[in-house]
């Protein structure tokens, strides 16, 4: 079974500060991995992804995130946080399920809170 | 915008009601899926269809239903509600590339309370 733990449900960054958004998982096959991000009262839009290609993923609002299988951790970094960065962070692990087809899993969410 | 319509975008109702959901999914996307997202369970996959067939269920409860129809809209049907129904639903959908990773595009979600 796969899962995804990111950890703190809650960070606080001022703003210009280095933004670091934890997640591991757990997959007993090779995962794709994803950063999904949600503003106040709309739906989760994607941040990027990781699908076996190279292990340093650059995604929009200059977010990256770096695969680590050995530490089994996709954590999300951004060098400098902007206000408008405030938002709900979802990690999510897919792969493939006994049936045959992709099963996606999403982690808690961090919401990550931009001090001025 | 991610291309994927739902309606309504909040519904109000009363306990022991039931309420029908609707989707549109990207153009040419075959696959839908339905999440619930509430504060305390955070994002519960529901079921998943693939071009009209259904492909995966999650913790979907009994009182809830769905379906993919032939134009690739679909519909969740939630019934005898109660209060711990109220949630936001969403909708995804994902197109040939999301087969393979799962890479998923996301309404906006329909926002639901029951009262």
């Known amino acids: 079974a796969q899962s995804v733990t990111q950890l703190g449900s809650h960070v606080s960054v001022s703003e210009g500060a280095l933004v670091l958004l934890r997640c591991n998982y757990s997959s007993s096959v090779p995962p794709y991995l994803f950063w999904y991000v949600q503003y106040p009262n709309q739906g989760l839009q994607l941040l990027l992804k990781?699908?076996?290609?190279?292990?340093l993923v650059k995604g929009i609002n200059g977010f990256e995130a770096e695969f680590k299988k050995s530490e089994t951790s996709f954590h999300l970094t951004k060098p400098s946080a902007h206000m408008s960065d405030a938002a709900e962070y979802f990690c999510?692990?897919?792969?493939?399920?006994?049936?045959?087809?992709?099963?996606?899993?999403f982690g808690i969410g961090t919401k990550l809170q931009v001090i001025p | 915008d991610s291309g994927v319509t739902q309606t309504p975008k909040h519904l109000i109702t009363a306990t022991g009601q039931r309420v029908t959901l609707r989707c549109s999914p990207r153009s040419g996307d075959l696959s839908v899926y339905w999440y619930q997202q509430s504060l305390d369970q955070g994002l519960q996959f529901l079921i998943q269809y693939y071009n009209g067939e259904e492909r995966a269920k999650g913790n979907i409860l009994e009182r809830f239903s769905a379906q993919q129809f032939p134009d690739l809209h679909s519909e969740l049907n939630l019934s005898s509600l109660e209060l711990g129904d109220s949630a936001l639903y969403f909708c995804a959908s994902s197109g040939l590339t999301g087969v393979i990773t799962g890479e998923l595009f996301f309404g906006e979600g329909s926002r639901l309370t029951v009262l």
């Open positions: 990781y699908t076996s290609a190279a292990t």
């Open positions: 999510a692990v897919s792969g493939m399920n006994s049936g045959g087809y992709q099963k996606v899993t």
